[in-house]
């Protein structure tokens, strides 16, 4: 038995090639596709995005401040701590009412805690940094000298905690301020009751 290839899809076989071959439809082949207007047709715009390229991820390495930039941050937390703690060296010299210094010794102490936070999260030179170190490990007994400062009762007995209180000798000794402004080019701090 032959099989036969019906006349019609013999027809649309040749129309197709011979559209493929010229590019255009002969008119006397019947067509069983009709072609859409122009405007019927999406067009197809071709963008070209900038590709983005993304860096590869590595470990951020802290980058450590100039020295003007660390005298800059340590000035900036020192300063109230120093004000506080010149206050009350002034009110002892003075003879203020003890409300007064033991208001002005409060403020250093809330000062003082403050500041202990902030050279945490600062980060110095590394010249610096062993003595910023070291100087957090002596505020323990800043704090301890303050808080028997303003428990004294009087000036009098205030000036005697800040010459006989162990924890005021070993905050008032303490070298690592002194260090740490001469490798910031900054003058020294003096006082009775500590600074930085």
Not at 92 to 101: E, S
Request: hydrophobic share 45%.
């Amino acid at each position: 038995m032959m099989r036969t290839i019906p006349a019609a899809v013999a027809a649309l076989a040749g129309a197709l090639t011979l559209t493929a071959c010229t590019g255009s439809t002969p008119s006397a082949a019947p067509s069983l596709f009709s072609p859409a207007p122009p405007s019927a047709v999406p067009s197809v715009v071709s963008s070209v995005t900038p590709a983005i390229t993304i860096p590869p991820t590595t470990p951020a390495v802290a980058q450590h401040p100039t020295i003007s930039q660390a005298r800059a941050a340590y000035l900036r937390i020192a300063a109230p701590v120093n004000r506080a703690a010149a206050a009350v060296n002034t009110d002892l010299a003075y003879g203020v009412p003890f409300a007064v210094t033991q208001a002005d010794d409060l403020a250093y102490l809330a000062a003082l805690r403050k500041s202990a936070s902030q050279l945490r999260a600062t980060t110095w030179p590394a010249q610096v940094q062993g003595y910023v170190a070291a100087m957090l490990l002596t505020y323990p007994a800043g704090t301890a000298c303050a808080r028997a400062v303003a428990s004294a009762g009087s000036n009098s007995a205030a000036t005697d905690v800040l010459s006989t209180n162990q924890s005021c000798a070993q905050a008032q000794h303490a070298s690592d301020p002194h260090q740490i402004r001469m490798l910031l080019h900054l003058p020294s701090t003096t006082g009775s009751l500590p600074g930085m």
